[in-house]
């Protein structure tokens, strides 16, 4: 940043003097010493394979630091999410705890006190999206040194891109990761007072905060975390590095706030986990999803999902449990990743394209009508045409109704980044294309089977690009537009379903209760 320019286009009060000594004073390679020593340890899959399962706290006691309680009065933030629904929801939770200390939000970069990147670290384009727009916040700290910019999320727990922020962005003010969300409160204050930027990023892999402040986007759907973290260690994943070791909630809490979310009117619950499969393999007792479902099925809220699955987990009693229907919808999202048993084996997954063949069979047998969606890795290294072909073959014989599709991206510290590739770009392109033109034929072919039914469509809101149209999701997770009155929002209505497109169906409002889908 230029000083000059920043002196002239401003008034200097205390905290721009801070500011602008930052500026001046500071050197990278000294500031990177002191807070990786302090704070933060790179990704290691020695030492994180090395995980203790116990010495995870669970902490009850969560409250504001009184000095922080008034801080944000008359001033605004702005939070802007990238990446999964886990990312959705931490947001939730920093918007809970800065409307806690009396800022409100706003949608605008130019009018917000504070803005808050929670970024993604799964892939590349996600990280240069967030790089991008690091790059746009800089001209308005120039002109606004008051202005807090902070790097959260999943990218500020990799080594690299903390380097690269303290080197290429020292106008950033405050750079936390994934376990320290609570600590918000202190990080901003320190930010705002502080010369230096504010770098605090746990290696410790965090324990379980509960009863932080949310708000929550909209009233009718909620996330609830289950549990958080990741051991599976696949080679291609960064996940269990920037999220840190599987740790369960207590089923007494997430029961209790299910409970609370469906007394306040929520419609709809998801259970959201890295990998919900492994719930409760840590705590001290026996107790697995399909016995937290089993009880979450009890409770008076009609929709309950749940993601991300992980097949290698997906037990007997979980499908049994899910047989029983009622609020717990017949659609799962089952990451596959590849359909070739070796390809499945460098990554790390843990079972075989028969393996997972016989999942979706039980799956099947237990509950006919299930609805099967998935995740696709397309270009892992030196994937050969016939393992790619074995995807393709996967998808079909499987009749996934839809699949996110991804080509493989090289992560900084896991396995598979260290391996040669002799699989150019232009290959894995074609092959997502490929992919992609399959997976839309299923999609297309999925949605036709609904012209002519009535499906129950949870109503959200307005549609995307006309107001007039109301749009909402069937239990098996379709896109649904009709036209009726706006007093409908909130709630699960019948709707015919007229025509059939490749990700949507449009519809009318119908008199009877859906009895097929
Ligand atoms: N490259 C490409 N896709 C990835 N995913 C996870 N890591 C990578 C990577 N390095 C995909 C997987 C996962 C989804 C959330 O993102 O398919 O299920
Ligand atoms: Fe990543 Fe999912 Fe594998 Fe965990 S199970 S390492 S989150 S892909």
């Given amino acids: 940043m230029n000083e000059q320019q920043l002196k002239q286009s401003t008034q200097i009060n205390q905290a721009d003097q801070n500011n602008l ?75 809970g705890l800065l409307t806690d200390m009396g800022y409100q939000s706003t949608e605008l970069t130019s009018e917000a006190d504070v803005v808050l990147l929670n970024t993604c670290a799964i892939r590349e384009n996600a990280e240069n999206k967030v790089f991008g727009e690091i790059g746009h916040l800089k001209p308005l700290k120039m002109e606004n040194p008051d202005l807090i910019i902070g790097i959260c999320g999943c990218m500020s727990q990799e080594e690299s891109v903390v380097n690269r922020i303290l080197k290429k962005h020292p106008f950033i003010d405050m750079i936390f990761g994934t376990h320290n969300i609570h600590r918000l409160p202190s990080l901003l204050k320190e930010a705002m007072f502080s010369k230096e930027m504010v770098v605090e990023v746990w290696s410790k892999e965090g324990d379980i905060i ?24 696949c080679t291609y994943c960064i996940v269990p590095y920037t999220r840190g070791k599987e740790r369960s909630r207590l089923p007494e809490d997430i029961i209790q706030e299910v409970r609370h979310l469906a007394a306040q009117g929520y419609q709809e619950v998801t259970l959201l986990g890295q990998n919900v499969n492994a719930y409760g393999k840590d705590l001290e007792f026996a107790y697995s999803l399909g016995d937290l479902l089993d009880e979450i099925r009890k409770i008076d809220i009609p929709r309950v999902r749940f993601t991300t699955s992980h097949p290698r987990d997906f037990d007997d009693r979980l499908i049994e449990v899910l047989a029983k229907g009622g609020n717990l919808l017949d659609h799962i999202h089952l990451p596959v990743q590849s359909g070739s048993s070796d390809v499945l084996r460098i990554m790390a997954r843990r079972y075989t394209r028969e393996d997972y063949l016989e999942l979706v069979g039980k799956i099947r047998k237990a509950m006919p009508n299930a609805t099967l969606t998935t995740d696709i890795i397309v270009g892992f290294p030196n994937e050969t045409d016939e393992q790619f072909e074995e995807t393709m073959t996967l998808m079909k014989e499987v009749g996934f109704e839809a699949a996110y599709t991804f080509i493989y991206s090289p992560r900084d510290g896991t396995p598979a980044a260290r391996w040669t590739d002799n699989i150019s770009m232009d290959v894995k392109k074609e092959r997502l294309q490929r992919l992609n033109a399959l997976v839309n034929e299923q999609s297309k072919a999925a949605m036709e089977k609904y012209e002519g039914q009535i499906v129950d469509v949870l109503v959200e809101g307005e549609s995307k690009k006309d107001p007039d149209v109301l749009s909402g999701y069937t239990e098996r997770n379709k896109l649904v537009n009709f036209k009726a009155s706006k007093s409908l929002i909130g709630k699960v209505v019948p709707v015919r379903i007229l025509k059939a497109k490749t990700w949507s169906l449009d519809g009318e409002l119908a008199e009877v209760k859906a009895e097929v889908y």
């Fill in 21 to 95: 000594d930052r500026l001046k004073n500071i050197d990278s390679d000294e500031l990177i010493g002191k807070y990786f020593q302090a704070t933060y340890e790179p990704p290691n899959l020695k030492k994180a394979k090395k995980r203790l399962k116990k010495d995870v706290d669970i902490h009850y006691d969560f409250s504001i630091p009184a000095d922080m309680k008034e801080i944000g009065t008359g001033k605004k933030f702005l939070i802007r999410t990238y990446g999964c629904q886990m990312n959705e929801h931490d947001t939730e939770v920093m918007a």
């Fill in 210 to 233: 509960e009863n932080l402040p949310k708000v929550r986007k909209g009233n009718i759907k909620a996330w609830v975390n289950i549990m958080y973290g990741c051991d599976k260690f």
